[in-house]
């Protein structure tokens, strides 16, 4: 949707307003189920093979892509509705009316489709229906007659469906899809200027900024105001949430900007942002703001609250349409659209709160999301793609970006969980069960293929091979053909409002996963081929594995930041820059910007410990110099510790040697794959007034995106210099950047290892009136790699024994 202009009349000022067809159907004209389908349907390169095609078989005296575009004056508004009909066949006699087609593919016959689906299909041809006979001047008897060209992609045919419409019954239909359109449109038009007027008059919610907060609102507005994009190092403890949503905001009442898309990494960034926007909400600011949690987390049937039928639908998403529109209403200009205030509304009208939320996407100010849903091609929001709205990003905990994203852009399917999942069909859907089948059979084939046509370029164990190909050596293309018929099933399923059986959800997603992304492998993708031996010796077959490994998706990220207006990255950790812009996909000329530190550089003690080696090799010989140096930390002043280790086994290892050396010290761990309620109670051990030692996991929840304010943390250990781990896909990572000219062990494991660090190490200290020690346990901290990379503010001193950091301790204590 357009924005709106003032267009003056001889008798009033009327509102212009610019639409496409597709618009107003999707909203005015969708009635009846929500469909079943996730990420199903034919993709868009199979529609436009199949609009070709027939557009070429059409007589030659018709037209293809015939573009329409009327004013029509309504509601107070003078319309241009829009559009463009996939064939028009021109009168030819006076028997025989205009006749225009619309193509539309599926993957099961038309009279499978849902009901909803047709009729949706069909409002979207009765509107180009009535533009093109109010743009010939029709008369209100004269008739046109609409065909819906439905193929079928599995049986490679076409299911012509005709019919005929006095344009009075077309004009009917339009103007009250039109009206109602409308109606909603004043009713938002009526919050964007309340929205606009509070941003203009909103003043900063503190009686004075802290140093380095006005130069990043003042970067953050105009990069905003003027388009492109900015990197900032905001260092902890700066404010860079209120110091970015502030001028984001102000931008969106004193500029073009629409929208504003607000990224976290983690749900405690959500949490901050809605505790800023109540702030200013206090302030009279009139933002609507949307809080997306995932589908899992949302989704009532997960959470128990409905079931689903005989067909595994469930029963929110019937007449979920219907119902919409009356909860859409009630949400519209509330102030947090928060997963808990659209789940009560979802609750009353029994609608599914996850899709809820999704439809009230383009109707909110400030959308806070997790990257996914901006940057993952299986989730992104299409909505946030419309580059006819002028949207804002804001990318909060950068840092965490590009490891994100090469995720995203990476899939494995293993061969055991695709023997689950045709097991799991076995008595409801035979078909599908047929189809994964012969996957497995083609995974089978390709892994024995590798086995006799190449030596595998990794020996892991006995019985055990890799090998890796990139796209000019050739993916696996009879695994790809399996996977097309699999999904093949599956949409014909979901286009009947059918599902595959719920057991294998997370199996199919992995498997939309890997069909997508090898349709957008690039050079810095790698396909990498496993087999092993199983770990039960009476099985007949080997586990096999085929992934397709993303080494940088700079590209794809520099492709999602297209549609927006101006881009932010920030992070407390984004150095060097050289490295940051190259794993961002960052323009070379995009400014940067690294703040100084509000806080004084006497409240952190920072201690280098360079008698510790906490290499692989060494660690054995430094778990007692490790438990030495945490009781010594400890004791010097008790409180609230955290140490934090590279590996679960290092920390394990060390925890042991320290319980049973120090058992009246209480210490806490953090556990592998921890639930919520684990991580609540690990983190409620850190409160004011307490004595805990916690051991942690360098990188991990603990270590980034958690306030520790004053006496909760006075204290962190760094147990080492935070390398990834070396395999397969790491080595493969410096390789990459090795040919490309850069420092390949620089890229893949130092500098993200320094992230890490630093992110850690900025836990201690909050706020001004924090003080607090962070002591950096090994001997490669003193490198000269490291030394200039450290933050401004780090004024590091070196202990080289136990008793020079129990001294250097008892000194930062006493000042």
């Known amino acids: 949707m357009s924005g709106l202009e003032t267009a003056e009349s001889d008798t009033a000022a009327i509102q212009t307003l610019a639409l496409s067809v597709g618009e107003l159907v999707a909203f005015a004209c969708r009635c009846g189920d929500l469909s079943a389908a996730k990420t199903g349907g034919p993709t868009a390169l199979e529609g436009i093979r199949a609009h070709q095609k027939l557009q070429k078989k059409r007589p030659a005296d018709s037209e293809a892509e015939y573009s329409l575009q009327v004013e029509i004056a309504q509601n107070g508004y003078r319309v241009t509705l829009s559009g463009r009909v996939d064939i028009l066949h021109p009168r030819k006699d006076l028997h025989r009316p205009v006749q225009l087609d619309e193509i539309k593919t599926t993957y099961v016959p038309p009279q499978k489709l849902t009901e909803s689906a047709r009729d949706l299909h069909w409002a979207q041809l009765k509107v180009y229906g009535f533009c093109y006979g109010l743009e010939q001047q029709f008369s209100a008897d004269e008739t046109v007659a609409l065909q819906m060209l439905w193929h079928n992609l599995k049986e490679r045919k076409t299911y012509p469906e005709l019919q005929e419409f006095r344009w009075a019954e077309l004009e009917a239909f339009a103007t009250t899809a039109l009206s109602a359109y409308l109606q909603w449109h004043r009713h938002w038009q009526a919050h964007r200027d309340a929205v606009r007027t509070s941003a203009r008059e909103l003043e900063f919610p503190f009686a004075q900024y802290r140093a380095g907060q006005r130069t990043l609102a003042v970067a953050a507005y105009r990069c905003l105001r003027d388009g492109g994009e900015l990197v900032v190092e905001a260092p902890t403890g700066i404010g860079k949430t209120i110091s970015t949503l502030f001028p984001a905001i102000k931008a969106l009442g004193e500029t073009s900007l629409d929208q504003l898309v607000y990224l976290t990494a983690k749900n405690s960034g959500r949490q901050v942002v809605r505790e800023t926007a109540t702030r200013l909400h206090t302030h009279g600011l009139k933002l609507s703001v949307l809080e997306l949690q995932a589908r899992d987390k949302t989704c009532a049937c997960n959470l128990g609250l409905c079931s689903r039928d005989e067909d595994g639908i469930c029963p929110r998403t019937r007449g979920f349409f219907d119902r919409l529109p009356e909860a859409r209403q009630n949400l519209l200009g509330q102030p947090l659209l928060t997963p808990e205030v659209v789940a009560k509304e979802a609750d009353r009208l029994q609608l599914c709160p996850f899709e809820l939320s999704l439809q009230m996407l383009p109707w909110a100010d400030l959308v806070v999301c997790d990257f996914n849903y901006v940057f993952d091609p299986l989730v992104q929001m299409q909505t946030l793609r419309d580059g006819r709205r002028k949207r804002g990003l804001l990318i909060d905990e950068a840092h965490n970006l590009s490891d994100r994203a090469r995720a995203m852009y990476s899939a494995k399917l293993t061969r055991s969980d695709s023997h689950r999942a045709a097991a799991a069909c076995k008595s409801s859907h035979p078909a599908l069960r047929r189809a994964i089948q012969s996957l497995v059979r083609a995974m089978d084939k390709w892994v024995e293929q590798q086995r006799q046509s190449a030596q595998p370029q990794v020996s892991e164990a006995r019985n055990s091979a890799l090998w890796i190909s990139s796209p000019e050596n050739g993916f696996p293309l009879p695994v790809s053909g399996a996977i097309h018929k699999v999904l093949t099933v599956v949409n014909q399923l979901w286009e009947q409002s059918q599902s595959p059986p719920e057991a294998i959800n997370d199996w199919l997603k992995a498997l939309f996963r890997y069909q997508t992304l090898e349709q957008l492998a690039a050079d810095n993708h790698r396909c990498i081929t496993r087999a092993q031996s199983p770990s039960n010796p009476d099985s007949r077959w080997r586990e096999q594995e085929i992934e397709l490994l993303c080494l940088n998706a700079s590209e794809y990220l520099q492709q999602a930041y297209q549609p927006f207006h101006g881009m932010i990255a920030f992070s407390a950790t984004l150095r060097p820059p050289r490295y940051v812009y190259r794993q961002l996909g960052l323009q070379a000329d995009t400014p940067y910007q690294a703040l100084p530190s509000p806080f004084s550089p006497a409240q952190l003690g920072l201690l280098i410990c360079p008698y510790v080696d906490t290499r692989y090799r060494a660690r054995h010989q430094a778990t007692d110099a490790l438990v030495d140096m945490i009781a010594r930390t400890f004791n010097s002043r008790p409180g609230n510790y955290l140490v934090f280790f590279p590996s679960y086994r290092f920390l394990q290892q060390v925890a042991e040697r320290f319980a049973a050396q120090f058992p009246e010290l209480p210490l806490v761990q953090q556990v592998s794959s921890s639930s919520d309620q684990q991580r609540a109670e690990f983190l409620a051990h850190f409160r004011e007034n307490r004595r805990s030692l916690g051991f942690a996991i360098m990188g991990g929840i603990f270590g980034e995106g958690v306030d520790y304010v004053g006496e909760q943390l006075i204290g962190t250990i760094v147990v080492g210099v935070g390398l990834p781990q070396v395999n ?51 001997y490669r901290f003193t490198d000269p790699f490291y030394r200039p990379l450290y933050p401004q503010h780090w004024q590091p001193k070196t202990c080289n024994n136990g008793d020079a950091l129990s001294t250097a301790l008892q000194q930062f204590w006493n000042q």
């Open 728 to 778: 397969e896909e790491q080595e493969l990572l410096r390789e990459a950047s090795d040919i490309e000219g850069e420092n390949g062990f620089d890229m893949a494991y130092r500098y993200p290892g320094l992230t890490r660090v630093l992110q850690t190490a900025g836990r201690v200290i909050r706020t001004e009136t924090d003080r607090g020690v962070v002591i950096l346990a090994d």
